[in-house]
């Protein structure tokens, strides 16, 4: 018996000390949040606020953690109702957003207790969330209800909103785009230098995965308009009246789906940067939207009555060939010339095979922070097939390769070449025996050839020498000119 209890009670201290609930839309960031939190929490993910609520009328959640930019809702609005429905669990909201007002109107009107900005540090994050969790804890000893909201004041929220600008600046300056002194990808970088000096829509053209995203964050925070907000819309991911409402706004009861006033993305960059991935894939219909608020400079909201003043400057980036686009009319020439007034074009990463040290090295380092390893580099093997494989998935594709790599490896020692994806060694070889053959000429690709197919009848035949002269139609003097001729060795005769 006295077992058991002591069996109970180290079962009991091992329970984590609070249940989270993580609510974020994108896979890869709820993973990153669970494999952090999970160490000393238990944690539940939810996808969307339809899958957070499901989760808060079932279990006994005591923190949320919910990310702010999520599709159809945001996270300030829907802790908003978190908090009427569900007023017990300490909320928490996480963003990449800098601007203070945002935080400031979070915090009040939605109760809640603090706002992790992006990139968090996994140290850090789980203090606040022990903090959350402790908080939890003592409104229930002490009955309160609804639960203890602790309010930063507003200068402080706004010096948070400065040293939170301050970091991302340092992390997206060009320098942070990895590459090599004589890289293709230098010219697109002095062009983005030379944008962010003037207050000119950009026109960000490159197949899918080559950091459009990252240059065009590099021109904002490069920009006057740097310590203002710069915020991102994927075009191709919605329909357009869910993309004019995330765009533009929209007024309750505007559409199907539409329950409360939404502030529109262009509102939300107003003095600041908007950046416009994929606008090739807009139909006519938005991109004639789209157009008139680039040429008067205000947006109205669905539903709305009268327009609003925005000042927002447009970073566009497409992997289409838009100018083909334009040709074929899939997209509207004046809108084209709107956008791209100052336009830069992204090599690939099969353009730019020199860099691929670089930028593997660099986004190593990023991984390690992130799945907490310690992975010195990579063999020199692994690294010479790397630079061989064309990366159709550019950028994107070899960081998720090194996080693969990374998952596989057993130990904190530099990426073997067996850590890689089939397809990339495969290719690699290929390419080493192409080159190899490369080397020769006609004369000894020939022979090289007729050497491999002699070979093969021998081991196939038995090494009779009459069944492989048969064959491949040759006597056997000749044949046997050839084996001599080649070195085949350990050749058996036919019988006589």
Known sequence: MDKMRDEQRTEASARPTAVVLVVDDEKRSRESLHRVLSVEFEVVCAGSAAEAEAVLAGDLVQVILCDQRMPGENGVDFLKRVRDQWPEPVRMIISGYTDAEDIIAGVNEAGIYQYVTKPWSPEKLIESVREAAQLYQLQKAGGATPPLEV????????????????????MFEFGRIAHTPDSPVRAAIALGRRAAEYDISVLITGASGTGKELLARAIHHGSARGDKSFVVENCGALPDELLESELFGCKKGAFTGAYQDRIGLFEVANGGSIFLDEIGETSPSFQVKLLRVL????????????PRRVDVRVIAATNRNIQAEVEAGR???????????????????AERVGDIPVIAARVLVNVNQMFNRRIPGFEPETLRLMERYSWPGNVRELHNEIQRMVVLCDGDTNLEPGLLSPAIVNHGRQVETNEEHARFTLKERVEMLECAVIKESLERNGR????????????????????????????VDDEV
């Not at 791209?340 to 990463?349: N, V």
């Open 331 to 349: 997209f509207r020439r004046d809108l084209y010339y709107r956008l791209a007034a100052f336009p830069i074009h992204l090599p690939s990463l």
């Open 151 to 170: 309010k930063p004041s507003n200068d402080r929220l706004r010096r948070l909103a400065s040293d939170q600008r301050r970091v991302e600046r340092r």
């Open 464 to 491: 009779n020498i009459s069944h492989v002269a048969d064959e491949l139609g040759l006597s056997r003097v000749g044949l046997r000119s050839k084996i001599a001729r080649y070195d085949i060795s350990r050749v």
């Open 295 to 306: 040429q008067e400079g205000e947006i109205r909201p669905l539903g709305a009555q009268r």
